[in-house]
T-cell receptor
């Protein structure tokens, strides 16, 4: 399977702990996105990478959140000092540099539960 | 700012019934419009798209027409199947200016089709 893969699929943690999610995009996709989805809501944009450069961060991404894509391939999203409000599904998507913007390929998501 | 408003769900239909899921949007400029679908246990995937006014997107028997005058992009299918049971998301991305890679999603509509 050569789709977008995310790991772990589900993470349960206690408030105050740090968590890290990994995303492996479709190979040769230059663009990589992180979204967050809470229950009953649509996905909300968090951040965007073009190759290794982080070009945009949403105001939703507080100082406790950091995302990296060091070699322009996989990406990590780290949440420090987790809070219960961080409980959500974290979605990663990728797309090629060419083609229609908005046509994204999504992974199955990483569900975070903060107790 | 940009926003998408979708028909509230859940929607429950019998097989072979006609489906309409309403979607209206607010955006500056001329957005591209999308319907994404999330089948149980799977990631979001693009169902259909339209990039300019009066364009009709179609796929798997689903259709939606980009109506600029009513700022709408309603999803329709003439005869639904059990396998169409999923959550459907309407989304837009801006075509001009910055951030044209960023999707704004509606809240999603859960469709259940009974045999």
């Amino acid at each position: 399977d050569t789709g977008v893969s995310q790991d772990p699929r589900h993470k349960i943690t206690k408030r105050g702990q740090n968590v890290t999610f990994r995303c492996d995009p479709i190979s040769e996709h230059n663009r990589l996105y992180w979204y967050r989805q809470t229950l009953g809501q649509g996905p909300e944009f968090l951040t965007y990478f073009q190759n290794e450069a982080q070009l945009e961060k949403s105001r939703l991404l507080s100082d406790r959140f950091s995302a990296e894509r060091p070699k322009g391939s996989f990406s990590t999203l780290e949440i420090q000092r987790t809070e219960q409000g961080d409980s959500a599904m974290y979605l990663c998507a990728s797309s090629p540099l060419w083609g229609l913007t908005g046509e994204l390929f999504f992974g199955e998501g990483s569900r975070l539960t903060v107790l | 700012g940009n926003s998408v408003t979708q028909m509230e769900g859940p929607v429950t239909l019998s097989e072979e019934a006609f489906l309409t899921i309403n979607c209206t949007y607010t955006a500056t400029g001329y957005p591209s419009l999308f319907w994404y679908v999330q089948y149980p246990g799977e990631g979001l995937q693009l169902l259909l798209k339209a990039t300019k006014a009066d364009d009709k997107g179609s796929n798997k028997g689903f259709e939606a027409t980009y109506r600029k005058e009513t700022t709408s992009f309603h999803l329709e299918k003439g005869s639904v199947q059990v396998s169409d049971s999923a959550v459907y998301f309407c989304a837009l991305s801006k075509n001009s200016g910055g951030s044209n890679y960023k999707l704004t999603f509606g809240k999603g509509t859960l469709l259940t089709v009974n045999p």
